[in-house]
């Protein structure tokens, strides 16, 4: 498994520990337990079972079993409604690729997270590398998904760029990241 992002780590670490957290296509767990040892209250989940496997089973030891089965879930792409409106503080979707596997995805999946935050929330998007299909070992992080293009679906989603799409690198993997926030009148600035 891929370390956690040390960016998004780092922008988290200025967060109140009581903000509710959706790890939105956690994987293998690559963030959930990171910031379930920073404190947060994080629910994840994923639309592939394996994965949600392993994710509850490298969250057990910090928070039980019981806890682990009730926070990370297999949600299908078409089964978020298990969460309620307005019901996190933050989401962190991370290379969420069960429910953005192409990247054409991306502005139906901001529209739900617009949905899923509290007003006033905040949205961590990135999209890691794939290998690109001409075969020439090159990786490109989801070609339809530009800095340009992830800020327009954010926008049409009814959120605001807080830190602009950018392309960027951690881990040696190449990819396009985002901070969106839901901005509501009586959202204090």
């Known amino acids: 498994m891929s370390p956690p992002s040390d960016h998004l780590l780092r922008t988290l670490a200025a967060v109140p520990v009581s ?25 994840a989940c994923d639309a592939r079972p394996s994965a949600v496997q392993a994710a509850r089973d490298g969250v057990t030891a910090l928070v039980g079993e019981d806890t682990a089965e009730h926070c990370v ?37 901001l529209r739900e997270m617009r949905r ?8 961590y998007v990135a999209a890691t590398g794939r290998a690109d299909p001409s075969g020439d070992g090159a990786t490109d992080p989801t070609p339809q998904l530009t800095p340009t293009r992830l800020d327009a679906y ?24 985002a901070i969106f926030r839901y901005v509501t009148e009586a959202t204090p600035r």
């Open 19 to 43: 903000s509710n957290i959706l790890d939105l296509g956690c994987g293998r767990g690559r963030h959930t337990a990171p910031l379930l040892r920073l404190g947060f209250p994080v629910h």
């Open 154 to 177: 954010g926008e049409e989603a009814g959120l605001a760029a807080s830190v602009a799409a950018e392309r960027a690198e951690e881990h040696g993997q190449p990819l396009v990241r």
């Open 73 to 109: 879930r297999v949600v299908p792409p078409d089964g978020f409604d298990v969460y309620p409106d307005d019901a996190f503080n933050w989401i962190v979707a991370f290379d969420p690729t069960a429910y953005a596997p192409s990247g054409t995805e991306w502005p139906d999946l």
């Open 116 to 123: 899923l935050l509290a007003p006033g929330g905040w949205a």
